[in-house]
């Protein structure tokens, strides 16, 4: 319940418990569960994520990136809606 709760919506992790398992369950039962069982794997983060002093001799990082739209508005007078100017730059997120 908990996997079918972090990987979608509530709602819709209480359908999909119904379609396998044969069974009704609430909403508010699978967002307190995954809630509590997330709580719980964050404490053991906590505790793995203190590196040693003098470093470690190896570090496994991964990065995933996307594109974001941005928007430029250029200068000048009258309907600023015209000077509008779309382009994308990749942001990017790296967690070691």
């Known amino acids: 319940m908990?996997?079918?709760g972090a990987d979608s919506s509530f709602a819709k992790a209480a359908?999909?418990?119904?379609?396998?398992y044969g069974f009704e369950v609430s909403v508010s039962a699978?967002?307190?569960a995954t809630e509590k069982h997330g709580s719980?794997?964050?404490?053991?983060?906590e505790e793995e994520v203190r590196m040693p002093?003098?470093?470690?001799?190896?570090?496994?990082?991964e990065i995933d990136g996307a594109f974001?739209?941005?928007?430029?508005?250029?200068?000048?007078?009258?309907?600023?809606?015209?000077?509008?100017?779309?382009k994308y730059l990749e942001a990017r997120l790296c967690i070691a």
């Open 2 to 4: 908990t996997d079918f």
């Open 15 to 20: 359908g999909k418990v119904r379609e396998h």
């Open 30 to 32: 699978v967002r307190e």
């Open 40 to 45: 719980s794997m964050q404490w053991e983060m």
């Open 53 to 61: 002093a003098q470093g470690v001799g190896r570090l496994l990082t």
């Open 68 to 86: 974001v739209p941005i928007v430029e508005v250029g200068e000048g007078e009258g309907d600023k809606r015209k000077t509008r100017s779309y």
